[in-house]
Every structure is written in structure tokens, then in C-alpha cells.
């Protein structure tokens, strides 16, 4: 099972360090094939995030512009936030949890499929 | 004008204003959600770039790769954060996470070397599609 995770793992650390994120998609997979407790699983999302992210860096930095202040002036208001959010994570109902995790993901997701369907047509005529 | 990949070299008090609100909601719904902060930073900031550089121009593509590499930049200490968090409120075990480690660590050297490998228009349908199917099942899961 434990190499299963592993594969699965490593794919979605392939998505992610071309900057598309995990996609939730190791929540969801933790969540309900593994039956991990939703913060559980979003806990783990976070340190998998940690070493994903580290390691594309290696190779961005060396091709992408980084835009040093803007980077920071970012950094800078999103700790408080995530110290903020993460408290909020600890008292919520896991359910609500959950469900509020779906709901940002289909918000974020439908733009990006329209768009995706818009330019295609468009390519066509 | 010199055309930059990613706007933000005048720092307005606008800009810098954006800036801040951006990397909050980012960090908020990170910590909240365990993940999602970077997707919110790539759709912002690529509609930003978007209303500067003409479609389809080579420009706007780099402008597109920069973001994603400047969106894990800027979640990278942030994720630290709520990761540690979690870690200290005791909600996370180390021996739960140990597996992720190693195919982590090898699967974002992949994808950091892929990103320029792959054409961007496949890269959107296949990061909405994603995205939108995660967030289906979670819901109905919930």
C-alpha cells in the first residue's frame, strides 16, 4: 500500500512543480482511499507541498525571472494569514472543513475549463 | 515601455496594496485549506499579466511560466508555516507523513524541468480539469 502512496505521490509532485498545484488532489486521495482525517490529510498536503515546491524550486531559479520583491510583499501578509487560517482549520467541523475545500476548488476550477474551451473555438475560426 | 515578464517593478501604493491582499487570501486559505493558496495566486496574477501583454505573444508566455514559478516561491515559506503549525497543535504525526518525503522530492525536480517542456495551453485545460474534478468529488464526498 505504502508504494501505492509513493507512486501516487510522486505524480502529483510532478503536477505540482510544473505550478499547478496538487490540485487537492492528495487530500482527496488520503481522505478516500486512505481514510485519513480530513486535517490529517491537509497536514500532509502541506509538508508533501514543502519538499515539492523546494526541489521545482532548485530548477525555476534557474530558468524563471523571480520577482524578489513582489515575492516578499506577499510572503509578508500571507504568514499572518495562514497562522489566522490554520486556527480557523482547527475549530471548524471537518465536514464543513471538507466541503469548503470542494467548493473553492470547483470556483477555482470552472474559469480555467471556459476559458480552456474558449480558446480552443477561437483557434478555430 | 521595456516590457517586463512580471509587472511589478513600479511599486505603487496600489500595487503594493494588491500585493499584500493577494499573498493574505493566498496564505489564509492555505492555512484554512492545506492547499489551494497557489492556485488562487496563478489565477490572479495571470489575469493581471493578461490585461498588460498582447495574446498570444512569446512574452505573455514566459509571463505565464514566471507566475508559476513566483506562486511557489511565495507559498513555499507559507506552507512552512502552516505546516509547522499543524505539526505543533499536534493534529500532525511525523511517521503519518515520512512517505511523502522521497517521491516529493523527486517528483518536483520533474515537474520544474517539465514546465518548459510543455505547451501552455495543454498545461490550463489540464490544471482547470484537475481542479475542477478534485472539487466534484470532495463536495459529494463531504
Known amino acids: ?125 | 515601455m521595456q516590457a517586463q515578464h512580471f509587472p511589478f517593478d513600479r511599486r505603487t501604493g496600489s500595487t503594493v496594496f494588491f500585493l499584500l491582499m493577494l499573498g493574505a487570501g493566498a496564505g489564509f486559505i492555505n492555512g484554512l485549506l492545506g492547499a489551494g493558496g497557489g492556485i488562487l495566486l496563478v489565477y490572479v496574477l495571470r489575469g493581471y499579466v493578461n490585461r498588460r501583454y498582447p495574446k498570444n505573444s512569446d512574452t505573455l508566455a514566459k509571463a505565464h511560466r514566471d507566475i508559476y514559478a513566483n506562486a511557489l516561491a511565495v507559498m513555499l515559506p507559507v506552507s512552512v508555516f502552516s505546516a509547522l503549525h499543524y505539526v505543533l497543535s499536534g493534529t500532525l504525526k511525523t511517521a503519518s507523513f515520512s512517505f511523502v518525503i522521497l517521491p516529493s522530492v523527486a517528483g518536483g525536480i520533474l515537474g520544474g524541468w517539465l514546465l518548459d517542456k510543455l505547451k501552455l495551453s495543454w498545461l490550463r485545460r489540464l490544471f482547470a480539469l484537475l481542479v475542477l474534478c478534485s472539487g466534484v468529488l470532495m463536495v459529494l464526498r463531504a
Do not use: C
Open chain 1, 1 to 125: 500500500m505504502i508504494w501505492i502512496d509513493m507512486i501516487v505521490t510522486f505524480i502529483i509532485a510532478v503536477l505540482s512543480g510544473m505550478g499547478m498545484g496538487s490540485g487537492g488532489f492528495l487530500v482527496l486521495y488520503l481522505t478516500f482511499f486512505r481514510k485519513f482525517p480530513q486535517l490529517t490529510a491537509q497536514g500532509i498536503n502541506l509538508v508533501f507541498f514543502l519538499f515539492a515546491s523546494a526541489s521545482a524550486m532548485t530548477v525555476h531559479l534557474l530558468h524563471r525571472k523571480m520577482h524578489l520583491s513582489a515575492i516578499l510583499l506577499m510572503v509578508v501578509a500571507g504568514l499572518p494569514a495562514a497562522y489566522l487560517g490554520t486556527r480557523l482549520a482547527l475549530v471548524l467541523p471537518e465536514a464543513l472543513t471538507t466541503r469548503l475545500f470542494g467548493i473553492f476548488l470547483i470556483i477555482a476550477g470552472l474559469p480555467g475549463v471556459f476559458r480552456s474551451t474558449r480558446e480552443k473555438n477561437s483557434e478555430k475560426t
